[in-house]
C-alpha cells in the first residue's frame, strides 16, 4: 500500500517570502502521479500543481514548483512571492498510474503573514 | 468547469439516525470517491466507484454504505450515526488522473 507523509503540521511565511512544503512517499510502483492540492478557509480542494514520476523535469505553474527526488521519494512544493491568498492547508496526494484513488498526505496549515 | 456539488454545507443528526449525503456530478466521470478529512490524519478513503451500480471499499468502510443508480450521483449512507463519524466529508470525481472535490459537508452526530 501507498503511505503519504507531510512531517510539517504547520508553518509560517511572510509574505513575499518563498516557502518550501514537505512531503515524502513510500511505494514500490515505478510509473505514478503526484499531487499538491490546497484547501483554503472555503473548504474548496483546489489542483496547485501535477508531476508525473517519468518525467524527470520538475513541473512548475507560475509561483508554484516542485521538487521531485524519484529516487529519495520526495516531492516539496515550493511557493515564491507568497501572498495573503495562499493561506491554507496543503495536502500532498499520491495516485498510481493506471489507478484514480488518490492517496492524502496528513496536511500542512500554512499561514501567510502580512 | 467540472462542477461536484454536496447536497449540505452542514448537518446536524442525532445518534442512531440514519444520514444520507449526496454527491451530483456533472462532467459524465467514470470514478467518483469519498473522503473523510479529519484533522491530523488528511483525507481518508471511505468507498469509490468506477461505474454505475458498482462500488469498491476503501480504507475506512466500516459504519458506511455507498448507492450509485446513476452515473452522476455517488451517495454515502451513515446506517446508524454514530458521534465517532463527525467529521468533513468529501466527495470528489475523477478522469484521467484528474479530481475534482466538492465543497464539504460538516457532518456533526449528537
Known amino acids: 500500500a501507498q503511505t503519504v507523509t507531510q512531517s510539517q503540521p504547520e508553518m509560517s511565511v511572510q509574505e513575499a517570502e518563498t516557502v518550501t512544503l514537505s512531503c515524502t512517499y513510500d511505494?514500490?510502483?515505478?510509473?505514478?502521479?503526484l499531487f499538491w492540492y490546497k484547501q483554503p478557509p472555503s473548504r474548496q480542494m483546489i489542483l496547485v500543481i501535477r508531476?508525473?514520476?517519468?518525467?524527470?523535469q520538475n513541473a512548475t505553474e507560475n509561483r508554484f514548483s516542485v521538487n521531485f527526488q524519484k529516487a529519495a521519494k520526495s516531492f516539496s512544493l515550493k511557493i515564491s512571492d507568497s501572498q495573503l491568498g495562499d493561506t491554507a492547508m496543503y495536502f500532498c496526494?499520491?495516485?498510481?498510474?493506471?489507478?484514480?484513488?488518490?492517496?492524502f498526505g496528513a496536511g500542512t496549515i500554512l499561514r501567510v503573514k502580512s | 468547469d467540472v462542477k461536484v456539488t454536496q447536497s449540505s454545507r452542514y448537518l446536524v443528526k442525532r445518534t442512531g439516525e440514519k444520514v444520507f449525503l449526496e454527491c451530483v456530478q456533472d462532467?459524465?466521470?467514470?470514478?467518483m470517491f469519498w473522503y473523510r478529512q479529519d484533522p491530523g490524519l488528511g483525507l481518508r478513503l471511505i468507498y469509490f466507484?468506477?461505474?454505475?451500480?458498482?462500488?469498491e471499499k476503501g480504507d475506512i468502510p466500516e459504519g458506511y454504505s455507498v448507492s450509485r443508480e446513476k452515473k452522476e450521483r455517488f451517495s454515502l449512507i451513515l446506517e446508524s450515526a454514530s458521534t465517532n463519524q463527525t467529521s468533513m466529508y468529501l466527495c470528489?470525481?475523477?478522469?484521467?488522473?484528474?479530481?475534482?472535490f466538492g465543497q464539504g459537508t460538516r457532518l456533526t452526530v449528537v
Open positions: 511505494t514500490s510502483e515505478s510509473n505514478y502521479y
Open positions: 508531476q508525473e514520476a517519468y518525467k524527470q
Open positions: 462532467m459524465d466521470h467514470e470514478n
Open positions: 470528489a470525481s475523477s478522469q484521467d488522473r484528474q479530481a475534482f
Open positions: 466507484s468506477y461505474d454505475v451500480k458498482m462500488k
Open positions: 496526494a499520491f495516485m498510481k498510474q493506471w489507478g484514480n484513488k488518490l492517496v
